[in-house]
């Protein structure tokens, strides 16, 4: 070690010191390495978290249009993206400037130590500096535009295997009920590949980028050699830059890879900023009216609603006014609007033209909360959740204590049900429910809505696909747990009801209304899709 002489004092400090920086060295990359590890765990958490509350509160046509495809990708993969290139990149770009400065500083001192005047060796570091920037540059960019499209295109095959996926996963007793487990595989091994397929392309073009950075050195040197010599420099200036090239390259070689980073987080960051900017279809009101006391009264006024891209409105015109406290059976063919109905008085959708009142008061006017409190709606093809059953008669009443819950059981006679599971209030439910049958997912359905003791109940095919005696009972049941409050029920069965009133669609209005004696007497349409369902259920039903 020249410089320490014959001082072994010297040459102890000397090592302890290099030691001493080594060890910082290791321990700043140690703290680097864990906190950007978990800015980036948290920026995924705070990416998803806003994402999933954002998406739970969009209409159902919303998530209609998009499909769980996309929405899945922007929870895992984009938000994974965002918070691994987010988090790098202060670090990154933090290191690139700083090598760039040493770099500078120390070329400048070895040239000036080499006997070339301040001026020029400014000039030169300037010229190297700028010379392999904007070498480096043009290579980032050339490839950083196709590495950007290219993620892009592996983000939308993507989205589509994450379809294929979820699909198949929730449908996977229809794939085998129907021996179709080889032509679905292959569907969906056609759809991971594709997507493999588009990264490799991402890779190419994102490798493509570093290497081009590598050319650059290996031109940018042999051409620096020949304009020094063409420019007379000293031979003692032209050892100390060649050498230091090499540093310089490495951190101009990062702020690539940096814009390359830059480009494949676009994508991501333009889809989760796109989801969340989206207004909703379904706006709440800007003032939003109070309900003090709702008595229950519903009105349909000259309604018209058309899905998104139907030819013809599923509702043209319906009127309709149901008093307080009455049970009204919604009858109709097949594809006649009932659901569709309901589904208008939470504000699943809005109408066209027209409007929905409650009390007399335009459903569009209250929170959504409020409206979708008050009034209950009780879906055809309802969820239960992989949870407890305590926790999914809570859905909507998260306050409701044991005692209520249990007496939503006994109204909605789930209580043998209640019995016969383990643990009772505190048995799990399977995903899908596959440990219920068709009429116990009904009735804790139905207890479900009863726990939150709403003031209107739409109740939709409660009965549908049982046979006939279990029907009936489950309408009396149904008859017995919604006395004094409003009720419109969606059936096949009004002759198994015993309705206050039966309200008849046809051709998207209503085409009669009355009991279901006074229908079946009067109106043809009534009479003849009554016969049909009887007919059906005798066939099929009562097996
Ligand atoms: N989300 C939707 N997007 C597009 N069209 C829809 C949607 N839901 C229903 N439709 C269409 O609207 C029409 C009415 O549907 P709706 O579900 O209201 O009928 P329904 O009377 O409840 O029928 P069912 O007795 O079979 O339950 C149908 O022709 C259906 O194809
Ligand atoms: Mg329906």
């Known amino acids: 070690l020249p410089g320490c002489g014959e001082s072994r004092l010297g040459l102890t400090a000397l090592l302890a010191l290099l030691v001493g920086v ?13 906190l950007v590890a978990r800015l980036n765990a948290r920026l995924a958490a705070d990416v998803r978290v806003r994402l999933a509350d954002h998406l739970l509160r969009q209409p159902p046509s919303y998530h209609q249009r998009i499909g769980p495809g996309p929405l899945l990708g922007a929870l895992t993969a984009d938000a994974e993206m965002i918070a691994l290139h987010l988090g790098n990149l202060v670090p990154a770009a933090f290191g690139v400037a700083a090598g760039a400065v040493v770099w500078s500083l120390t070329l400048g001192g070895g040239l000036t130590g080499a006997g070339v005047p301040v001026g020029p060796a400014a000039l030169v570091v300037a010229a190297v500096l700028g010379t392999l920037g904007l070498a480096n540059g043009l290579a980032a960019w050339s490839t950083g535009r196709r590495t950007g499209a290219s993620q892009e295109r592996a983000q939308r095959a993507r989205d589509v295997a994450l379809g294929a996926l979820t699909e198949a996963l ?3 007793e229809e794939i085998q009920a129907h021996a179709a487990e080889d032509q679905e595989s292959a569907r969906l091994g ?18 493509l980028g570093g290497s081009l950075t590598q050319v650059v ?107 307080e406290g009455r049970v009204t059976a919604i009858v109709g063919d097949g594809g006649s609007g009932k659901t569709t109905l309901l589904r208008l008085l939470v504000r699943f959708a809005d109408p066209d033209a027209g409007r929905v009142l409650l009390d007399g008061r335009d459903v569009r006017e209250l929170s959504l909360r409020e409206l979708r409190s008050r009034v209950a709606l009780l879906r055809q093809h309802s969820k239960l959740f992989a949870r407890s059953v305590r926790d999914n008669l809570r859905l909507g009443a998260a306050a409701a204590d044991d005692n209520t819950l249990r007496a939503a059981c006994r109204t909605a006679a789930a209580e043998p049900l209640l019995a016969k599971l383990e643990g009772g209030l505190d048995a799990m439910i399977d995903p899908g429910a596959a440990n219920l049958s068709g009429s116990e997912r009904r009735r804790l359905a139905l207890a479900r809505v009863l726990a939150r003791n709403p003031s209107v109940l739409l109740l939709d095919e409660l009965e549908a696909g049982l046979p006939q005696a279990m029907a009936e009972r489950l309408l009396a049941d149904v008859r017995a747990a919604v006395r004094g409050r409003t009720c419109l029920l969606v059936t096949h069965r009004p002759d198994l009801l015993q309705a206050d009133e039966v309200v008849f669609l046809a051709e998207g209005r209503v085409a009669a209304r009355g009991t279901h004696e006074e229908l079946e007497r009067t109106v ?20």
């Open 524 to 543: 043809e349409g009534y009479r003849r899709l009554l016969a049909r369902r009887r007919e059906a259920a005798e066939e099929g039903g009562e097996a």
């Open 170 to 172: 929730d449908g996977v």
């Open 190 to 207: 056609w759809r991971l590949r594709e997507q493999a397929r588009r990264q490799e392309r991402v890779a190419l073009w994102s490798a």
């Open 217 to 323: 050195v290996v031109v940018a040197v042999p051409a620096l050699v020949v304009a020094a010599t063409l420019l007379d420099a000293p031979t003692a200036a032209l050892a100390v830059v060649l050498p230091s090239l090499t540093f310089l390259q490495a951190a101009i070689g990062s702020a690539t890879a940096l814009w390359t980073q830059v480009r494949l987080t676009r994508p991501a960051l333009d889809r989760a900023a796109g989801l969340l900017a989206e207004t909703p279809a379904i706006a709440e009101p800007a003032r939003p009216r109070p309900l003090e006391h709702l008595a229950g009264r519903v009105r349909f006024e000259a309604v018209r609603f058309a899905y998104a891209g139907a030819e013809r409105p599923v509702l043209d015109g319906v009127d309709l006014e149901i008093p």
């Open 22 to 34: 080594g060890l910082l060295a290791a321990l700043c990359s140690l703290l680097q390495g864990t």
